[in-house]
């Protein structure tokens, strides 16, 4: 399967790959990979003597349906107000910072002004040798 495939190329009334899964959820396989190792994955179908792999139809209307129930629980408010919190106070340090967009102009301009500015005189050295 191509890297720019669309949910329009799988057919989600058969059993799916994980990359077929994936495509059909709009999440990657490292994030698959993740929920399945957190325990959250949907159930696979492994066949014996064989790294066939499907998710069947049911499993995949099983997780989206406990993925929808979570959703509405108390801990998925918590989690969502937990990652708020850690946006706004990683924005507010990168404001903070001095490489941050909003002051370039001001570090551009007090750059030209010590350009424009007359330049300090070293003294000479003589060349007497």
């Known amino acids: 399967m191509s890297q720019s495939e669309n949910l329009n190329d799988v057919d989600v009334?058969?059993?799916l790959t994980r990359?077929?899964?994936c495509v059909a959820e709009n999440i990657s396989l490292?994030?698959?990979?993740?929920?399945?190792?957190?325990?959250?994955?949907?159930?696979?179908?492994?066949?014996?003597g064989m790294t066939l792999v499907?998710?069947?139809?049911?499993?995949?209307q099983k997780w989206q349906a406990?993925?929808?129930?979570?959703?509405s629980t108390k801990a998925a408010s918590l989690e969502q107000a937990r990652r708020d919190?850690?946006?706004?106070?990683?924005?507010r340090?990168?404001?903070e910072s001095a490489k941050?967009?909003?002051?370039?102009?001001?570090?551009?301009?007090?750059?030209?002004?010590?350009?424009t500015s007359k330049p300090t005189r070293l003294p000479r050295r003589s060349t007497k040798g």
């Open 19 to 21: 990359r077929e899964f």
């Open 13 to 15: 009334t058969r059993p």
């Open 66 to 71: 406990e993925r929808e129930k979570w959703n």
């Open 93 to 95: 340090k990168a404001a």
């Open 100 to 115: 941050h967009i909003s002051k370039r102009k001001k570090a551009a301009a007090k750059a030209a002004k010590a350009a």
């Open 30 to 48: 490292s994030t698959y990979a993740k929920l399945r190792r957190l325990g959250h994955g949907p159930k696979e179908t492994h066949y014996p």
């Open 85 to 91: 919190a850690f946006a706004s106070a990683a924005g």
């Open 54 to 60: 499907r998710i069947s139809v049911e499993a995949r």
